[in-house]
């Protein structure tokens, strides 16, 4: 009888680890997907931060590109305005001329 008491005690002993070996392999399979799912976000990951990196230097192109634009469209306004300044000038010496003629046309 103890024979047949170690054989069954040996058997729910086996059944026992044999559904502890399936649960462990249940939770191994689940972790090789997550870490598989990870790496794949990881990757997307590092592809998107890439194409950033790519887009930031772009923009730092552009905005130096901008900023020259800037100060060129800066500087003719600054020639504009010099130019406006003399014809003004100009045009102020031409009335004062205008009328030292009149006067001298009076006399």
């Known amino acids: 009888m103890k024979e047949r008491e170690r054989i ?11 559904i502890r070996l399936d649960r462990l392999e249940a939770g191994q399979t689940v972790i090789h997907r997550s870490v598989t799912d990870l790496n794949k976000i990881v990757f997307k990951n590092s592809t998107d931060i890439e194409v950033l990196k790519q887009d ?10 901008k900023q020259m634009f800037n100060t060129l469209l800066e ?8 130019t406006d300044r003399q014809f ?3 045009h102020d010496e031409m009335v004062l001329l205008r009328q030292d003629v009149n006067v001298l046309k009076a006399r």
């Open 8 to 18: 069954s005690n040996l058997e729910e002993l086996m059944a026992e680890n044999l």
């Open 56 to 65: 930031v230097a772009y923009l730092k192109e552009n905005m130096a590109t």
């Open 88 to 90: 003004s000038k100009m």
């Open 75 to 82: 500087a003719m306004t600054n020639g504009f305005d010099r």
